[in-house]
Each structure stands twice: as C-alpha cells, then as structure tokens.
C-alpha cells in the first residue's frame, strides 16, 4: 500500500492556494515592475547629469539606457523570446485593427447611403448562394443592372441574408457605390456594423500610435517621433 506524504495532500493543488499563490506572484511582479522604474528613473538622472558635465556623449546615453532595459527585462523574467512574442502578438491585434479600420471606412459611406434610399435605383438577380443559415437565410451573388441599362455589374452580392430567394429572382436593389455589394431598396442596417468595425480598428490604431509616440517621448527621443509622423 502507497504511504502519502504531507506534502502530496490535496490541499497544496485546491483552488483557493492557487488563486493565492497567484496573487502573490502577481503582486512580487508588480513591486518589482515599480522599483525597476523608480530605479530607471534614478538611472537616467544620472546619464542626464554626466550628459550635461560632458562626460559622456548623447549616443553613449542611449546604448547604456538600452542595456539597462535589457537587464532589466532579464530581472523581470522577459528575455528576448517574449519580447519578440509580445511584439508578435502586438502586430497581429495592429494589423487585424488596420483591416477593421479599412473595411469600414470603405463600406461605411455607400451603407449608410443606400440606408436613406440614394444610389442608382435597379435590379439584383440572383444567380448562386455562398453561405445558408439552417437553409433558409441565405447570402446570395449575382447581377446587377439598373433601370436604364448604364449600370451593369456582375459577381456582387446582395447585402443581408434572404428567404424564398431562388435562381433567377429579380429583387429591388440599390447600387450606392460599394465595390462589393449592392443593397436592397427596402432598406439596410449595415452601416451600424461597419461604425462598429470602423470605430473598433481606430480604438486598436491609434491607441496602438499612441503607446509608440509616448514611449518614444518619454525616452526623448523626439527625432525619432518626427521621421515615424513622417511615414504616417
């Protein structure tokens, strides 16, 4: 018969000393995260001082702050690997934040146009369906082309998801202008998604900017804020 040690007991794994432990980590982590900055501070006083006795050069401020922030995120248990996974993850969320920031800039103005009934007055005929919900709302592709023949655009879609729609229907649309799509003349909320999407990727964009300009200024590196506004 296997003889169980104190310290096997059940009650180290119990929820209630994990969620403890995990306080405390998060809470030595955070102490650490504030003398680390009241020692950097403290840290770049003294550059600024040796700067100004002309002691040291400007160029050599800057390699001995980069390797102070290189020990101090070894201290701090960020090594280069999740430096560079943070970065990762930082430039997936921009990126996902720029697409979302693009397509409802793009979309936002022709849906919100057809919503109050302006654009070219036509016909939608659809030809094939891409996605059904329990298959009875269906997305539907087709043609358009509007009453007096000028405005003739094949391989769009037809915005929102449609019953009783089937090969060779003629449904009442409206081409407002969207590369993609055409609306129905009885009316559109796509526009409150595309404000959701548009408002969403710039929260991401520039809270993303604002972050890179305010470590840069807090850095003083104001030279290297005017070529990243150059870019821009």
Not at 75 to 92: D, K, M, N
Not at 93 to 107: E, H, K, N, P, R
Not at 135 to 147: A, K
Request: with cysteine; net charge positive.
């Amino acid at each position: 018969m296997e003889t169980r040690r104190p310290e096997d007991s059940d009650d180290e794994f119990s929820a209630p000393t994990y969620l403890q432990q995990k306080r405390q980590r998060r809470r030595a982590r955070h102490v650490a995260v504030i003398r680390s900055r009241q020692e950097l501070r403290a840290y770049r006083a003294s550059l600024d001082e040796r700067v100004r006795l002309g002691e040291i050069s400007r160029a050599a401020r800057r390699r001995y702050l980069a390797g102070w922030h290189r020990r101090a995120a070894r201290r701090l248990g960020e090594g280069p690997a999740s430096r560079w996974v943070r970065r990762v993850v930082v430039g997936i969320v921009v990126l996902i934040g720029a697409a979302f920031l693009i397509a409802g800039s793009v979309q936002i103005g022709p849906a919100y146009a057809a919503a109050h009934g302006h654009g070219t007055p036509g016909y939608f005929v659809a030809l094939r369906t891409s996605t059904c919900d329990q298959n009875r709302h269906c997305s539907w592709d087709g043609t358009f082309r509007s009453w007096n023949g000028r405005d003739v655009r094949a391989d769009v879609q037809l915005d929102g998801a449609w019953s009783g729609v089937a090969v060779g229907t003629k449904i009442p649309a409206l081409d407002s202008g969207d590369p993609f799509a055409v609306y129905p003349r009885t009316g559109s909320g796509q526009w409150h998604e595309d404000l959701i999407w548009l408002a969403l990727g710039t929260l991401i964009v520039v809270s993303w900017l604002w972050v890179v300009l305010f470590s840069q200024l807090r850095r003083g590196r104001w030279p290297a804020v005017q070529r990243l506004l150059r870019r821009i």
